[in-house]
C-alpha cells in the first residue's frame, strides 16, 4: 500500500484548503483511512478518518465542525480528501495520511501505512 499526499501549502487565516491522499497497492486490505496532524514541537493528532467504504467517519471533536473527510476510487486507487475550512494558525502543522488494516487502532493514534506529509502553514 502507497500513500502520497500532493498539496498543503501557505495559507492565510480563515481561508480553505483541500488535502488529497492518492491511495494504491493493495487498497483492499485496509479497513480505515485518515489524516493525522504534527504540530511543531508536538505528538501526532488525529484530524479525521473514514471506513474503507466511505460510509462511517470519526472527527477529533475539535475540528468537526469546520473539516471534512471523503472518498473516491478510480480504478484501482483510492483518494481521500481533506476539506479543512477556516483555517487557524494553530492549526500549521505538517500533515499525514494514514491507513490501518484493523478497526480501532487509527482512533488511538496508530495505522500500518503512512504517507511523507505535507505542510500546512496559516499565516495570520
Known amino acids: 500500500v502507497q500513500l502520497v499526499e500532493p498539496g498543503g501549502g501557505l495559507v492565510h487565516a480563515g481561508d480553505s484548503l483541500i488535502l488529497s491522499c492518492v491511495v494504491s497497492?493493495?487498497?483492499?486490505?485496509?479497513?480505515?483511512i485518515g489524516w493525522f496532524l504534527q504540530a511543531p514541537g508536538k505528538g501526532r493528532e488525529l484530524v479525521a478518518v473514514i471506513s474503507s467504504g466511505g460510509g462511517t467517519t470519526r472527527y477529533a471533536d475539535s475540528l468537526k465542525c469546520r473539516f471534512t473527510i471523503s472518498s473516491s476510487r478510480e480504478n484501482a486507487k483510492k483518494t481521500v480528501n481533506l476539506q479543512m475550512n477556516s483555517l487557524k494558525p494553530e492549526e500549521t502543522a505538517v500533515y499525514y495520511c494514514a491507513a490501518a488494516t484493523v478497526m480501532g487502532i487509527m482512533p488511538l493514534g496508530g495505522a500500518d501505512y503512512w504517507g511523507r506529509g505535507t505542510q500546512v502553514t496559516v499565516y495570520s
Open positions: 497497492g493493495r487498497t483492499l486490505i485496509l479497513y480505515t
